[in-house]
Each structure stands twice: as structure tokens, then as C-alpha cells.
């Protein structure tokens, strides 16, 4: 079973890796009744203009990207009172409140543990879930992608039923001893002769360098310390989307400074890795001499995954 833990869907934690949830809650009525306590999906992301127009789906491809959308009877707060449960958003060690559970074959296989926010604990009753990104999300909900991959990778040829539950979820009271909120079923169809193309599809690697200057990545590497309070990186790459390195200058054409971008593979105290980029620059010394890297600024928007550990070479 792989179990994924402590991420957030609003405000998401330490490294803003998103939730396997999305907020959803611009919501229609009628449709919310008729799915009330349901997961639906389909091959593409679902919202309340495209749900009738017969995109949902039942089974998929094994090359299939696979989205859905959760609809609770109330919200999770409500059913946190049934259950006469409390939840702490003060609390510095636990934060998640639910789980999305995954089962192939009648096995749980995947479950992710996250947090919903205050507002959507207390409000929300419609989800979007992501199963199988497609190549535009794939590195942005990459722990769904590699889960997916990993699980799916080892699964015999022909059909496979698959059923997605989300739960409650309390420290001490383990949701799988309440029914779900939501549920729902699909069956994939897995053809062997395409595993390889699969697993190119769902799985997540590091980009692609476009400058090679080992020196200067050491340097990144030594600037890239404090980059985030627990995250120790392991390997930097500089991905300078010119493919060449950028000069701050003077009035006079003089070079002040060389400026790059540079992705930076962080390992966490617990094991995780973790893409991140930045923009860091080196002042000039004269004579195409350069000082010690320095951190510019974080891209938050850039580059920011999660990536399997044994995949950093």
C-alpha cells in the first residue's frame, strides 16, 4: 500500500505540492443532488457546464488520463460532528482531515492523507480529483502520476476494476472504520504490448539541462542550503531557458553580473524528493571571472514537483 501524507488543498505545506483534491465548488444544484455520495469520472477534467454532455466515463485505457469529481451529501464538517470528532487547524503535527483511498482489484493500494481548509471544512460539498494526470498536469500533481505508474505497472494483462473512496479522517480514529463519504467505480483495461509507452506517460523525471557547468551547480548547490527550512539539496541543473547565460550590464557595456535559472532536487528529512527552481546570479570579478553563486529569488510558478527519490541521477 502506499500511503502519502500531510499535504494541503488551499494553503498547501512546506513545499506546495498540490492535494489530490482541487476546490470545485462553484456548484449546480440539480446536479449535485443527483450525485450526491458519488464519484464520477472521465478523461478530462469535469465541471458543471460538461458534466451532461456525456463525457462521464466507467472504464478506461491503460494510456487513459483519468480526472473526477467527489460530491459530499454535507460537508466534512458535518460528518465530523455525526462522528462526534474534532479537528485541531492549530495542530503543528497532524494536518490532514481526510484520505482519498484507492482500491484495484479489491485491494487498497493507494491512499493519500490530506487537509482540507478551514473554509472548505466547513462549506464545501464538491471536489475535483485527479487519478491519472494528463501531460500538461503531470508535473504539477506528480505524486498522483508516480503512484499511479507504480501501482497500475505491476497489474497483470486484461481487466481491472478500480473503486476511489474518500474518508474522514482522525489521528485517532481511522476512517476506514466509518462507510465513505463518496465513492465510486471504474474498470481499466491493461494491454501489456503498451506498459513502456505507459510508463513514459505517468512517470516523473528531472529536466533536461540546458547549460552544463558542474562547477557553477556546486555553486547552486552551496546557495541553495537554506532553501527551505528541512530540505537538504542533493543535485542542482540549470535549465536557463535561453541556453545561455544572461549578463546584467552597465551603461557602459561593462558586465556587472551573470544571471541563470537552475532547478534544484531537494531530499527532505523523511525521505521525499522534491523539484524546485530559482533564479540565481554570479557578480562579476573582471576578466570573465565570477563570484560565488547567490539565490536571486524563488519561482514558485516554475518548476515544483515532487519526483521519486530512486529517479535523481
Known sequence: MICKKFKSIVILLLMTIPSSLVMAQNTNMEIHEKYAGDIVFAREKINFENINNGILKDNFKLLSSIYGKIFLKKPLADYYEDFDWTYDYNDEKYKY?????????????????????????????????????????????????????????????GKHEIRVEMRAENISKPGLMKDPLASGDFSLQVEKSKMDEFRRKFGIRLPEATIIAPEVEEGVLVASKNMYNGMTPVKAIIIEPTGQWQYSRDIEDNILSRNFIAAVVLKSFDGDCFVKTARYFQEHKGNYQFDDVRMSEKLEDYLNYQIPCENIK
Open 97 to 157: 482531515n481526510f484520505s482519498t483511498v484507492i482500491y484495484i482489484d479489491g485491494k487498497m493500494e493507494i491512499k493519500w492523507l490530506d487537509e482540507l481548509s478551514r473554509e472548505a471544512f466547513n462549506k464545501f460539498t464538491a471536489f475535483d480529483i485527479i487519478i491519472a494526470p494528463d501531460e500538461k498536469d503531470k508535473m504539477r500533481y506528480s505524486e498522483q502520476s508516480s503512484d499511479w505508474k507504480n501501482k497500475i505497472s505491476m497489474l497483470s494483462e
